[in-house]
């Protein structure tokens, strides 16, 4: 592969060396890019029982040979690390424009290693890599440090940085750059604990010339616009899921003990739509799904912010029993600021409002916060405090498993999380392969590892799936956290995964890089299979096992609750989904992958690993 070598820029915040790396052959071969690239690092630099919040760890930002080139949505990018919200593999995809800036740097990725002895940041333009004093920016929340680092640089520099919640390793910090998030799993704690406020990168944005590139592009653009669900995903973003959870009761409210939320419809896609200011995008998106919104009354009037999407609409409202839309607005730019994943606070804060309304705190552990239901300022006062590590705020910044485990009382068994991070919006007991998919994630229950559009959308391909049902069908979620896996080489945007297919995906990454083999589908799905198995070899180096594939207690043992027809579900059969799953994978009844699974997808030199 004479043409195709992806380059890394490695720093070592430690000594302050910094400098360029060719990916090597067999890594770009095997794993093409973005996610792909960034596990193999991983994998191999980052040994078992490293402390994700120690020096030895690293984080690595990605992008794949489509970032930057004008292939539509094609220009996201990735943190990976260990996460300190759950010990485990993570990574977390950002959008904007951050992803183009490294291409227009010459890089595909950034390798972060060591720590700075005072808050820092990278700058980075043409063959210039500082490490830069930060003193002055730390502290400050995100909008302000990325205006700073602007003024500073010039207006053709892209940041991404972490906001207070990060510096005080808040384990669910994220990582932001303009309003878009990488947000799952704790990576901008993994920036704060090395004092690693930012990476600034200054480019100006010039295409590659690219033979072949345009026309390809031009197709692209020409599946998107007939993708029969573009109208309603350009006009509504991810709100347009609302609709879906609520008819079919896996909307998750009061805790997840609810499947359906009284006066849903303050907060549904219209409501939302009226107080559109503008629709946002990334670069080289003609989707457009991002909305800027302004609340126009309430409390919260004036409120502006990109966002919240139904993730966080979800994690707010539906975990206080609040559907004040000036609420969910001001508090998705609280979140954006201070720096955190609305998902893992918004559930972490469900949590808190459960305990309290069951007497197991108090306004003794809450520093007089009444964190009854339908008190939105509460809540708002809680996000605060969660970042800032302030009260009560301090033990809920380390995450529900944590913050139960310390509170006890029976706190555990109120936790919504798989490996410690909080879950998404899609209940499992009413999407049950969806809960498969959440226990099985090798971050955590993450919708975006794997998102089962048989259930909740009802998509017939590649068989009907009865979203009810106890057992069967485990396929569709190998088959879906694989295809996440492939387009994330990319770096694709998970919304238009489905817009365009893989063969198409395969002729873009081979245009780009030169490399035949990357357009041939069965090719470049195998690669995504190889990379959902060596994260799984990752975690169970550390410890992770079969036990760990599992929901919360609630899911397992107590029937969904006001969840239309999905009432009284419960997940009956967990053993025989995963038995299901892991004869799917290949995978022993312990959940390892076979030797002979390993010796399939090249893993052979990585495994077995028996615990
Ligand atoms: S669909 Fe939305 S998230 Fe995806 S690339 Fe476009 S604007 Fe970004």
């Known amino acids: 592969m004479p ?198 990168i200054k480019a100006q944005p010039v295409l590659p010339k690219i033979p072949g590139m345009n026309d390809l592009i031009k197709q692209q653009a020409e599946f998107h616009q007939k993708a029969p669900m573009l109208p309603a995903f350009r006009r509504d973003g991810t709100h347009m899921n609302m609709v879906f959870a609520q008819k079919l009761g896996f909307f998750p409210a009061r805790n997840f003990r609810d499947g359906t939320l009284d006066g849903w419809e303050n907060i549904s896609p219209q409501a939302y739509a009226a107080l559109k200011v503008t629709d946002t995008k990334c670069y080289g998106c003609i989707v457009h799904c991002g909305k800027l919104f302004k609340a126009t009354e309430g409390p919260w009037a004036g409120a502006i912010s990109e966002g919240p999407d139904y993730e966080t609409t979800f994690a707010l409202a539906g975990s206080i029993m609040s559907t004040d839309i000036g609420f969910t607005i001001a ?54 405090r969660m970042g800032l590590r302030q009260g009560i705020g301090d033990l809920l910044a380390e995450g529900s498993k944590r913050a139960a485990a310390r509170i006890g009382k029976g706190a555990e068994k109120c936790a919504i999380e798989v490996k410690g991070m909080e879950m998404a919006g899609y209940e499992p007991r009413g999407a049950k392969r969806q809960g498969l998919a959440y226990a099985t994630s090798n971050i955590g229950a993450s919708h975006n590892i794997a998102f089962i559009e048989q259930e909740i959308y009802g998509v017939p391909k590649p068989h009907p799936v009865d979203r009810l049902a106890d057992e069967g069908s485990a396929d569709v979620v190998k088959l879906s956290q694989d295809r996440v896996a492939t387009n994330e080489v990319g770096i694709g945007c998970a919304f238009t995964q489905g817009m365009s297919p893989i063969r198409h995906f395969g002729q873009m990454l081979s245009t780009a890089t030169g490399v035949p083999e990357f357009a041939d589908p069965g090719y470049i799905f195998k690669v995504g299979e190889r990379i959902y198995n060596l994260e799984r070899l990752f975690n169970l180096r550390e410890g992770f096992s079969r036990k760990d594939d599992t929901l919360p207690v609630r899911m397992l043992t107590e029937p969904l609750q006001k969840a239309g027809p999905s009432e009284g579900q419960v997940v009956r059969k967990q053993d025989s989904l995963l038995d299901e799953f892991y004869a799917c994978r290949g995978w022993d009844k312990n959940g390892v992958p076979t030797p002979a699974k390993l010796e399939e997808l090249g893993l052979g030199d990585k495994g077995p690993v028996t615990k």
């Not at 919640?165 to 990576?187: M, N, W, Y």
């Not at 459960?354 to 003794?364: A, M, P, Q, S, Y």
């Open 3 to 200: 043409d195709y070598v992806p380059k890394l820029l490695r720093v070592n915040l430690t000594t302050g060396r910094a400098g360029v790396e060719a990916v090597p052959p067999k890594i770009a071969h095997d794993y093409i890019g973005g996610r792909g690239v960034a596990v193999s690092y991983l994998y191999d630099e980052v040994p078992a029982r490293t402390e994700p919040l120690g020096p030895d760890n690293k984080i690595i930002f990605t992008i794949g040979p489509l970032g930057g080139t004008g292939g539509l949505s094609y220009s996201r990018w990735m943190v990976t690390s260990k996460s300190p919200l759950t010990g485990a593999y993570v990574r977390a995809v950002g959008g904007a424009d951050f992803g183009a800036w490294l291409r227009f740097a010459g890089l595909d990725g950034i390798i972060v290693e060591g720590k700075a002895n005072k808050p820092a940041y990278i700058f980075v333009e043409g063959n210039k890599f500082e490490i830069r004093d930060a003193a002055n920016l730390w502290g400050l929340g995100t909008m302000e440090t990325q205006k700073r680092l602007k003024e500073r640089h010039g207006e053709d520099t892209r940041v991404a940085c972490i906001g207070p919640a990060g510096e005080k390793l808040v384990r669910f910090a994220h990582v932001i750059s303009d309003q878009r998030t990488a947000s799952r799993g704790g990576c901008g704690a993994v920036m704060g604990s090395k004092n690693l406020k930012a990476i600034v």
């Open 331 to 384: 508090a998705d730019y609280l979140l954006d600021d201070l720096g955190m994943d609305s998902i893992s606070a918004g559930v972490t804060i469900g949590l808190a409002y459960e305990l309290f309304e069951k007497g197991i705190i108090t306004t003794k552990d809450t520093g007089g916060l009444e964190l009854t239901y339908g008190n939105a300022a509460a809540a708002m006062e809680l996000i605060k």
